[in-house]
């Protein structure tokens, strides 16, 4: 058992595939030159889902023959980028974002708090998630993870006023002063103790896990649509009232999303 931190990874996101790809490249390299241009295949396929509402060419042509005009011309909006990102900023603008559900992003989320996925879990449009079960992975100290971790919260980690203990347990004297993240560290190591009493008593593993706190920590893969992505974000973002875990989670996801589609930036620094 031990206090834990977060981690997030870009497992996978949208890519083209090999054979349309190869397309762009040889098939009409008379037309269009995917490769000359400074284009993600994530904007590829943003481009096709929203040019196909518009566009009397076929969804499998609108890269090859309109792709030169978007991303070889800058914005005619005179804002920043290519005439392509002039495109996305008018489809946000007119709330068209449906034609951004084509761009997914799968994530692996380690290390953070059942109080946390409970949050994360009321997002479920666009959102698809894998948790690791308390059910079927066992937390007592002599199984494979030595018991369960835990997050310790920002607000409890940053206290500075010293917690006056009750009757907490029977090893723990009335009236004892104690800082608040020590009281909570003895919360956590009384819980792994009612835990393995249970385990030792012949409970199953996934009636023990009811004594187990929302500070415990989980792992999760989680697969979210672009559209999806931005609504989170802006409800869950620094500065809007979120608690700071899942603040901390919409930034991770954030930056990962902008590394791999750079684009995608002006919509995240958009929103207030």
């Known amino acids: 058992m031990a206090e834990t931190k977060m981690n997030v990874q870009l497992l996978a996101h949208t890519q083209l595939s090999d054979k349309f790809y190869q397309s762009l490249l040889h098939e009409t390299s008379d037309v269009f030159h995917f490769d000359d241009y400074e284009a993600t295949d994530g904007q590829a396929v943003a481009l096709s889902a929203i040019?196909?509402?518009?566009?009397?060419?076929?969804?499998?042509?609108?890269?090859?023959k309109e792709g030169a005009k978007y991303f070889g011309n800058s914005a005619s909006d005179g804002g920043p980028g290519t005439d392509a990102d002039r495109l996305f900023r008018q489809i946000v603008a007119s709330k068209h974002t449906s034609t951004l559900e084509h761009l997914t992003f799968t994530f692996a989320i380690e290390g953070v708090s059942r109080a946390l996925l409970a949050q994360l879990t009321?997002?479920?449009a666009g959102f698809s998630f894998s948790v690791q079960s308390q059910r079927y992975v066992r937390m007592g100290s002599g199984d494979r993870l030595g018991g369960f971790d835990y997050v310790v919260p920002e607000k409890v980690a940053s206290c500075t006023k010293d917690v006056v203990t009750s009757q907490f347990s029977a090893?723990?004297?009335?009236?004892?002063?104690l800082p608040a993240t020590t009281y909570f560290e003895r919360a956590m190591s009384a819980i792994q103790t009612a835990y393995d009493e249970l385990r030792e008593?012949?409970?199953?593993?996934e009636d023990c896990r009811a004594v187990l706190p929302q500070a415990a920590a989980t792992n999760l893969v989680m697969t979210v649509n672009l559209r999806a992505l931005l609504d989170f974000y802006a409800k869950r973002r620094r500065g809007n009232g979120a608690q700071a875990e899942i603040a901390e989670l919409a930034e991770a996801l954030r930056r990962a999303v902008t590394e791999v589609e750079p684009w995608t930036a002006q919509f995240f620094d958009g929103i207030s």
């Open 51 to 64: 040019r196909t509402c518009y566009s009397a060419n076929k969804p499998s042509e609108i890269v090859s």
């Open 122 to 124: 009321r997002h479920r």
């Open 201 to 205: 008593a012949g409970v199953p593993a």
């Open 171 to 177: 090893d723990v004297e009335m009236g004892e002063i």
